[in-house]
């Protein structure tokens, strides 16, 4: 028994499903559109909905560049190139500006995304009023009436409780003033680079079968209060101690023989490009 | 110079892998598909219920790869199946059907057509038994001819579409009898699962739910957390006769032009659980529900687990999270549970940052 080997793994049929679903989440900026999501050779919460919009997108004259947590050499990284390499022979590389497809998990790359390029993000948990209302009937009805308070209230009591909005990576953002979204487990430091990006942004969510976008220049901003505004990472002036770099989003790592908090560069393939 | 965060994770990724291939090998001790779908029936028949794929040779591939871990062998089926082309859907099949090779009831002690134990470890002890250890072909060969010896020339009951038990209850008044919905089923496979869900969808769900998760749903609900304590009016086991229309024939086409594709064993429960319905201000008049369930195989528990969380399902009002259909629906899928739990051990370096930063925020606004 062996398997055929489809171009991108997928039927055509398949693939033109996955494609109507992109469509519908383009023209509706935020909205999360539910499809097919198919059973893939890795494992459900591994980035099978970022893998199914990467395949469902990907041509032969494509570069694909994939992240797993900033690093183009992690486990899901290597998984995922492993798989859309075997079935489609495209070029890959670890340089963002030579990609024309990205599929991240939890990153949007610190090299500025341009009109040319797709950004796939890998969403675990696609409704960002999950946390306040465990049922998918109840949230499809409060985002049909646009009532987010809930979703505020929650960050006010956050404040109330910690003094801070808590929310840790994930932060939610309102898509042109319309539809509150997960933007997946970000860091906070890059909600920033959905706003206004020239890129297409897509969110595939496997598991939970959701598909959304954030079209190129949409605007997208932040949850905040005027006396509580949006707050990115502070690193606290700390920079790359492998490039220098300052101002972007950095690992903290632990030396053991000397004791001492060290930085480096979290975009792997950024330091690298600068490492004298 | 400073420690460098590990890198090169490619070699040690593709190491890992090599190493696993090593530990199924290391004990030089080759296990044979046949083997696998001759001597695990039942692995072989959960497998394929939580995969919902039917396929004998094809489960005992994945569970000989999977060195016996039912979730990576459903998960084998289910990546395999979502690349098979679909072409046909099958008749309406019901458990009428059956050429029944088990049948009990735990209503009445006579039933129309009699009790058919078939082959159950109900009856057996759970003793350990030392001699398989030893065991050769030739224990085998005896084994076989002595039950054929005895069953020769018993004249056996007829096990062809014998009446279900509750059509007795139905014929006497004391069940209702349902409205057949000729709606076309929906398929959760193809299309996404949305709440309320048809009753055709939290079927389908709930058979090709995983084994354990479904067996303590329903259990938890007999237990207080939704107080079903249902009587099963009849368990099935049997081969069930699977046809198709003539792809040829258009819409209008009888079911004299079917196509006989073959058959399948199946489990099918008929539970009846008792309920009051209010019927003035304080009276009550009491009732029997049905729970249906039915799963590929032999899967005795899980059929019965299903069938109860089918009434809970049909009874959303109850109070209790295994009447909620998302709660029980959302939750007991074996790739889409064991998927989330395992992405654990991805790394969250990124998202345990920001987790940390915020932290340390709200430690230096307390400081003094």
Known sequence: MNHTTHFAFFDEGSKREIRRAILKAVAIPGYQVPFASREMPIARGWGTGGLQLTLSLVGLNDTLKVIDQGADDSVNAVSIKALVG????????????????????????????????????????????????????????????????????????????????????????????????????????????LDKNPALILLGAGREKKIYAVPPYTQVKSLDFEDHPFRVEDFGGAHCSLCGTQGVFLDELYDPTTGRTWHQCNDTSFCGRNAP | MAYVAVRGGQAAIEASIHRLGWQRARGLTVLGVVACREGLQALVDQVMSEASLYDEDTAALAIKQAEGSPEEAVFLLRAHRSTLARKYYSRAMGGESLRLERRISACFKDIPGGQILGSSRDY????????????????????????????????????????????????????????????????????????????????????????????????????????????????????????????????????????????????????????????????????????????????ETKTIAMS?????????????????????????????????????????????????????????????
Not at chain 1, 135 to 150: D, F, I, M, N, P
Not at chain 2, 155 to 183: H, I
Not at chain 2, 317 to 335: G, K, M, N, R
């Open chain 1, 86 to 193: 075997a079935s489609t022979g495209i070029a890959m590389t670890d340089q963002t500006s030579q990609a024309t497809l990205i599929q991240s998990r939890h990153r949007i790359p610190e090299v500025p995304l341009t009109e040319n390029q797709i950004l796939v993000l890998q969403v675990p948990m696609p409704e960002p009023l999950r946390p306040i209302e465990a049922s998918e009937q109840v949230t499809k009805r409060l985002h049909a009436e646009k009532e987010y308070s809930g979703a505020y209230l929650s960050l006010f009591e956050d404040i109330l409780r910690y003094g801070t909005m808590a929310a840790g990576a994930d932060h939610p953002v309102m898509v042109e003033g319309r539809y509150v979204m997960a933007p997946s487990p970000i860091p906070r430091f890059d909600n920033p680079k």
């Open chain 2, 124 to 299: 057996t002890h759970r003793l350990l038994n030392g001699a398989l250890v030893e065991e050769t072909l030739d224990d085998l060969e005896r084994l076989v001819a002595t039950f054929e010896e005895t069953v020769d020339g018993i004249p056996l009951p007829s096990t062809d579409r014998l009446p279900k038990v509750t059509e007795y209850l139905r014929q006497e008044g004391l069940l209702a009898r349902p409205v057949p919905d000729l709606s076309p089923p929906g398929d959760v496979t193809k299309q996404y699962l949305t709440f309320p869900a048809r009753r055709s969808e939290r079927l389908q769900t709930l058979t090709r739910g995983q084994t354990g998760a479904v067996s303590a749903l329903g259990y938890a609900s007999m237990r207080g957390y939704g107080s079903v304590h249902p009587t099963v009016s009849e368990l099935r086991v049997g081969l069930m006769p699977v046809t198709v229309p003539d792809p040829l024939g258009g819409s209008d086409a009888g079911q004299d032009e079917d196509y006989y594709v073959g058959e399948i064993r199946v489990t099918e429960v008929e539970s009846l659980i008792p309920v009051a319905v209010p019927r003035g201000p304080g009276v009550f008049d009491l009732r029997f529900d049905l729970g249906y369930g039915c799963c590929f195989g032999q899967n």
């Open chain 2, 308 to 368: 109860i969380l089918d009434q809970c399902l049909e009874t959303p009002e109850e109070p209790y999270p295994t009447h909620d259909e998302e709660f029980v629906l959302s939750h007991i899928d074996a790739v889409e549970t064991t998927g989330f739990l395992s992405h654990l051990k991805l790394p969250h370096y990124v998202t345990f940052q920001a987790k940390l930063d915020a932290l340390r925020h709200q430690a230096s606004r307390e400081k003094p």
